[in-house]
């Protein structure tokens, strides 16, 4: 079973403070993904990675960047966290690229920025 | 038109009823799709795929209509354990595209 792990399952950070949210994943995966999850929004990607030190934007990267060292590892850093990025956010891979594969989530990270 | 567009329901259906939702999407270059279900603060796993032919899992079942660019699931003889969020997943060239979800609420 393909397992994708992050950090932390609950954050409480302070408004300007730099996060970073890890997330690992043991499937040897090329695609690595950052949702954010927000009632009545539904997840909204964040940014992606195709290979080790390669980023693409998603829809909504402002006020996030993010790091990819190492093939297994893809962290997520919001350089100083502001109350609207409270959020749900959650760590995704797969294995090709969306033909036939399906992303593997981690179980989240519940960030509250006061 | 939204990518992927999905009633949110809630679809508020009693023990062993059978329920149907469909999910439209507007990139007719599209390949891949998906169903996935989300439980309450929980991550989104997958369901299942859905396959041009269609697909079946046991008392679910999924269908692709690419005239027409919608997919469907359907879930029989629901049980309480399936109330949940379904999310309906869409690829293309692009990363994969999620819906915002149907909510289904199974009632004894």
């Known amino acids: 079973d393909v397992k994708v792990t992050q950090s932390s399952r609950y954050l409480v950070k302070r408004t300007g403070e730099k996060v970073f949210l890890e997330c690992v994943q043991d499937m040897d995966h090329e695609n690595m993904f950052w949702y954010r999850q927000d009632p009545g929004l539904g997840l909204r990607l964040i940014y992606f990675s195709y290979d080790v030190k390669m980023k693409e934007k998603g829809d909504i990267p402002e006020g996030y960047s993010v790091s990819r060292e190492k093939k297994e590892r893809f962290s997520l850093i919001l350089e100083s966290a502001s109350t609207n990025q409270t959020s749900m956010y959650l760590c995704?891979?797969?294995?090709?690229?969306?033909?036939?594969?399906?992303?593997?989530f981690g179980n989240g990270t519940r960030l509250t920025v006061t | 038109r939204k990518e992927v567009e999905q009633d949110p329901g809630p679809f508020n259906v009693p023990e062993g009823a059978t329920v149907a939702f469909n999910c439209t999407y507007s990139n007719s270059a599209s390949q891949s799709f998906f169903w996935y279900r989300q439980d309450c603060r929980k991550e989104p796993k997958l369901l299942m795929s859905v396959y041009s032919s269609g697909n079946e899992d046991g008392r679910f079942t999924a269908q692709l209509n690419r005239a027409s660019q919608y997919i469907s699931l359907l879930i029989r003889d629901s049980k309480l354990s399936d109330s949940a969020t379904y999310l309906c997943?869409?690829?293309?060239?692009?990363?994969?595209?999620f819906g915002k979800g149907t909510r289904l609420s199974v009632i004894a």
């Open positions: 995704a891979s797969s294995f090709l690229w969306s033909e036939n594969s399906p992303l593997h």
């Open positions: 997943v869409v690829a293309g060239n692009t990363p994969l595209v």
